[in-house]
């Protein structure tokens, strides 16, 4: 592959016009990247996207980040440990919360 050849690979992200249709075999599928501070409080990470395809998640902070619905409580989300990632399949708005303080959360969010 010569070197301006796409895909390109940085750690687990994916570069280049193919990059959706290498992972997620959807050619024109549509990448969107980010990050939010998750804080103390149910905080929205990303709203409801009917085209959502995949959601990917990772904690890039100190503290554990709980994952749920509007509702979500450190006793009843879902763990997000210190420096993990998860997949979410599901086109509903989805919020974090954390036990104190502030988390940093980056996404990766594929649509089609």
């Known amino acids: 592959m010569a070197e301006n050849d796409y895909p390109k690979t940085d750690g687990s992200i ?11 075999g959807r050619k024109g ?9 998750v804080a103390n409080v149910a905080t929205s990470i990303k709203a409801v996207n009917t085209g959502r395809v995949t959601l990917i998640v990772f904690n ?9 619905d509007a ?17 979410i399949e599901d086109t509903e ?8 303080g502030t988390a940093d959360l ?7």
């Open 14 to 24: 994916y570069y280049g016009s193919e990059a959706n249709q290498g992972i997620y």
């Open 29 to 37: 599928a549509t990448t969107a990247y980010g990050a939010v501070s």
């Open 60 to 68: 890039n902070s100190a503290s554990i980040i709980y994952l749920g």
């Open 71 to 87: 509702t979500v409580t450190t006793a009843t989300g879902y763990t997000l440990g210190i420096s993990e990632s998860r997949t």
């Open 93 to 100: 708005q989805i919020y974090g919360i954390v036990s104190a």
């Open 106 to 112: 980056r996404y990766i969010e594929v649509t089609k």
